[in-house]
């Protein structure tokens, strides 16, 4: 089992940044592939960046390419998410998640087997 604990939401303004952190604990966390996945109000829940267990990041959802950075250190067993120039529409929960395996559907939340609670970030004027 691998628990997964996110942290670094909060309420920021249009244009501002936010970094997300997700820590694990449980089995070798390194082995994995970890996502970002975001779930917005009446909205289902959407891939927005991964990184495999070396640290390559898997390609950005359209959304995030240019304003958002995944990493991972790997000694510390905790991933990133820094998320820049915000607007309100990336308003939603966003959870990390980790699977084992390769890279095959990695933009696909039901291919996880491990899921944090969720952090909550509000984007308002």
């Known amino acids: 089992q691998v628990q997964l604990v996110e942290s670094g939401g909060g309420l920021v303004q249009i244009g501002g940044s936010l970094r997300l952190s997700c820590a694990a604990s449980?089995?070798?966390?390194?082995?994995?592939?970890v996502g970002w996945f975001r779930q917005g109000p009446g909205k289902e829940r959407e891939f927005v960046a991964g990184?495999?267990?070396?640290?390559?990041?898997?390609p950005y959802a359209d959304s995030a390419k240019g304003r958002f950075t995944i990493s991972r250190d790997n000694a510390k067993n905790t991933v990133h998410l820094q998320m820049a120039s915000l607007k309100p529409e990336d308003t939603a929960v966003y959870y990390c998640?980790?699977?084992?395996?390769?890279?095959?559907?990695?933009?696909?939340?039901?291919?996880?087997?491990?899921w944090g609670q969720g952090a909550q970030v509000t984007v308002s004027s």
């Open positions: 998640a980790a699977r084992g395996g390769g890279y095959s559907g990695y933009a696909r939340p039901i291919t996880y087997h491990y």
């Open positions: 449980g089995r070798t966390f390194n082995n994995y592939l």
């Open positions: 990184i495999s267990w070396s640290g390559d990041p898997m």
